[in-house]
């Protein structure tokens, strides 16, 4: 960690009225202050945001330095690379910005408005030495942040903790990284994380991953569960108001309750900023997609008591897929109320319209996916419509009791009403015949409520500190859901495809009728702590209690209590290097699992030891992560083989060891870099029984689970002379074969893809103005995306490309 320091900023209102938005906030970024302007350092900064620039400055020349972060915002510095003295260094740093550099009496640089503008809007100012302690500031937020690696993540602890200091692998997609690679659905972002692949669930509609091994159907907004409608259904979510995307791999379920064992994603939104933001992009690709997004954020308030921000999306695209389009309409606002310097509270809506296609994908002939067209649809133009609404609203608090103690809240409330049609079907035989059944579900509503209260504290005892988090979560589900299911469809042929001309009459004795509740509670403790000898330890345990219930049977068909551990250890002997272990329990989702004949599945549970190695180089642009992993899970599920709704049942025991490899970051100015490899040799079914007690897929190997996988993208920007603006960037992404499903009856080859960009920015007054073009697959191969653990066998897009305009001020 650096020890550059930072001052908490200056009351807004103040600096707008007596300062005309110029008023300089003192900050002291090095402990020494140091009479030694004269003497020359070595400097080695990237052309960056001019107040990150300036942190990296105040590191590297031991410089006490004195500015206003206001009058520094949306201001980007020049390289500064070799051997100058502070003052020299500091010119060059600001190149043409409209800010100048002053030696102060007591050998502190201020930085002020350029001479002209502080003599027209300030007059004579006096700015004393202000001395403050407290860590170096990276500011995540800032939407000119231009780095690919974040030093800190709170999904691994619940607390803003640096990696290098956290005993489990976590990674984090920064909003540069969701820009460069036009990112617009949220499995397109975590393909830059190790161990972390794509499935399809519920015919495409649902975001559905593999980590370590495992499936997951899980996600979390900002800590929060949002998990999949029981009958099926939802839509994948929107990207819009997300800052980051953050992924701690292995169970977590001791800090975030019902999750799955291979790790939790979480996706971090935009908050309201103090600096006005705005921004416009327009966004045009292949095969018809056009999406426009509107990003908003400034003071309400003269003081900054409250402030807001909005984001807005509007999409519609078409495909290269027959019969599938999809338009979606998406609006969050958030407002944020500033009561105190110690509390605040914030209140925000999500809203999201939707109306997409259905689409199973293909099925497959014997071992291997059918070869049709890519273009081939096996469900009906009629009948495969997935359309509705969700709507999210909430609410969170916090309060500083001092500069030790914090207490928070958060109370998120979800909706969804949609209706949803679509069929579902088996293996072709060798001639292309496919049996179908058809499965509408024309009146679909889902409620989530979700509570989380935290009591976080630092305390020293006996010279050992320690940040202690006490925490308690709630939630209720409530899914209901009818619809008619399974009558069979006309005869189709993937070969000679035709269609329905209208909707078939249904025989209402295929007509069912859903409603499953579960309620969930949990408690937690965690512990980290300082030892001597850079020792950082960890330890928790949680307990949880989960009850589900059929609401039309009035019956309770599960209810279960857990305590689950969780310890870890950390060595941090240099700055560049940590040594981790650490060994964790896991408890998912309980038994309310849709079943037509009744049966219950019990709850799954799993432990998993790991260990690695954090670097960090190059004054912390450069992070990597490597390591070693041993995930067992019990009673895993995995889909029938009784069409048509392949009931599931539950596996004894699964699973999967491996090594993963992660690095982002910078490697030289401009240059900016994030790889991920993961190598998975053993992933397996270790026990399991049919129905009659016999020995069933024990020894095979986890559907969808690659033994090789990884992806490498890197940009390079250039930094000074005419080319300056001009960004290009490519990489690859790619998975060996997988299998299609449990019983590990057919599989799916493996593939690699190529991407590549260009894009160049420019000022037009204060307007920062990026156009863009992505190409995806760029040497058109043909690969299937993942399945659903059954024959729907989603396939991956051909060639395509992506341009966009964004205006920024």
Not at 64 to 75: K, N, S, V
Not at 87 to 111: C, K, N, Y
Not at 303 to 316: G, P, Q
Not at 329 to 358: C, G, M
Request: proline share 5%; charged share 20%; hydrophobic share 35%.
């Amino acid at each position: 960690m650096s020890n550059a320091k930072h001052c908490k900023p200056v009351s807004a209102g103040k600096i707008r009225r007596h300062a005309a938005k110029a008023a300089l906030l003192a900050a002291l970024i090095s402990q020494t202050a140091l009479g030694e302007a004269a003497g020359k350092h070595h400097f080695d900064i990237p052309a960056q945001s001019l107040n990150q620039a300036l942190l990296m400055f105040g590191r590297q020349s031991q410089q006490q330095l004195m500015y206003g972060t206001d009058i520094a915002d949306h201001l980007r510095s020049r390289a500064l690379q070799g051997d100058y003295t502070a003052d020299e260094a500091i010119r060059i740093l600001l190149g043409d910005a409209p800010l100048q550099a002053v030696t102060t009496g007591e050998g502190a640089i201020t930085l002020q408005p350029r001479a002209a503008e502080l003599h027209n809007n300030l007059g004579p100012q006096t700015m004393p030495a202000v001395q403050v302690v407290g860590k170096a500031v990276y500011d995540s937020t800032d939407p000119y942040n231009p780095d690919y690696r974040l030093p800190n993540a709170s999904t691994a602890t619940k607390t803003d903790t640096p990696i290098m200091e956290t005993p489990f692998s976590v990674q984090v997609v920064p909003k540069q990284v969701l820009e460069d690679q036009q990112v617009v659905r949220l499995d397109q972002a975590v393909r830059n994380v190790a161990g972390v692949n794509t499935s399809s669930l519920n015919q495409g509609t649902t975001d559905g991953f593999i980590i370590r091994g495992f499936q997951n159907n899980i996600t979390y907004r900002d800590g929060m569960l949002l998990p999949t409608i029981l009958g099926g259904g939802t839509t994948k979510r929107e990207m819009a108001n997300l800052e980051r995307v953050e992924v701690l791999k292995g169970p977590g379920s001791i800090l975030f309750g019902r999750s799955e064992p291979g790790g939790i994603i979480n996706m971090v939104t935009k908050q309201p900023l103090s600096t006005p933001y705005y921004s416009l992009q327009q966004q045009f690709g292949s095969y018809d997609f056009y999406r426009t997004t509107i990003d908003a954020s400034a003071p309400l308030t003269n003081d900054d008591t409250l402030l807001y921000r909005l984001n807005l999306s509007y999409e519609n695209a078409g495909s290269f897929r027959d019969f599938v389009d999809n338009e979606r309409v998406f609006i969050a606002p958030v407002l944020k109320w500033n009561i105190s310097q110690r509390t605040q509270a914030t209140f925000e809506l999500e809203y999201q319209h939707f109306d997409e296609t259905n689409d199973p994908g293909i099925t497959n002939i014997g071992t291997r996916p059918a070869n049709v067209p890519i273009n081939t649809a096996l469900h009906e133009p009629l009948l495969s419509k997935n359309k509705g609404d969700r709507v999210l609203v909430g609410f969170n608090w916090s309060h500083e009791f001092n500069d030790n103690w914090k207490i928070s809240h958060r109370f998120n409330y979800e909706n969804y009403d949609f209706s949803t049609m679509s069929l579902f079907f088996g293996a072709a035989s060798n001639n292309g015949d496919v049996d179908r059944f058809l499965n509408l579900g024309p009146e679909n509503d889902s409620g989530r409520y979700f509570n989380s209260l935290n009591l976080s504290g630092k305390i020293d005892t006996a010279g050992v500190h320690h940040q202690l988090l006490l925490g308690f979560d709630h939630f209720i589900i409530d899914d209901k859901f009818v619809g008619n299911c399974c009558q069979s469809a006309p005869s189709y042929n993937i070969f000679s495809p035709s269609y329905l001309a209208n909707v078939p009459v249904l025989d209402s004795a295929n007509s069912f009728k859903g409603s499953y509740t579960q309620d969930w509670y949990g408690l937690y403790i965690q512990d980290q702590i300082e030892l001597p000898y850079h020792l950082h330890a960890l330890a928790g345990v949680r307990y949880d209690s989960a009850q589900g219930s059929d609401n039309i049977l009035g019956k309770v068909t599960s209810d279960e209590d857990y305590l689950s551990p969780r310890g870890g250890l950390l060595w941090h002997p240099m700055k560049w290097l940590s040594v981790y272990g650490s060994y964790t329990e896991n408890f998912g989702p309980s038994s309310t699992l849709f079943r037509s004949d009744g049966l219950r599945l019990p709850p799954q549970t799993a432990q998993q030891w790991e260990t690695g190695i954090k670097t960090e180089f190059f004054d912390g642009r450069l992070s990597s992560t490597i390591s070693y992993f041993d995930l067992t899970k019990q009673n895993i599920r995995v889909a029938g083989i009784q069409a048509p709704l392949f009931l599931p049942r539950a596996a004894g025991e699964a699973e999967s060891r491996g090594v993963e490899f992660e690095l982002s970051g910078e490697i030289m100015p401009g240059w900016n870099m994030i790889a991920a490899y993961a190598y998975t040799p053993f992933a397996k079914i270790t026990k399991d029984n049919d129905s009659n007690g016999g020995p069933a897929n024990t020894g095979k190997r986890l559907f969808l689970a690659p033994e090789h996988s990884g992806s490498f993208w890197n940009t390079y920007e250039f930094q000074t002379g005419s080319l300056h603006g001009l960004k290009f960037g490519a990489g690859v992404s790619g998975v060996d074969q997988r299998q299609g499903d449990a019983d590990n009856s057919f599989q799916l080859p493996g593939y690699m893809t190529v991407g590549l960009l260009a894009s160049y920015q420019m000022k037009i007054g204060k307007t920062k103005l990026t156009t863009q073009i992505n190409a995806d697959n760029l040497l058109d191969k043909g690969y299937y995306g993942g399945t659903n653990s059954g024959n729907f066998i989603a396939i991956g897009a051909p060639r395509s490309f992506m341009g966009s305009i964004r205006l920024e001020y």
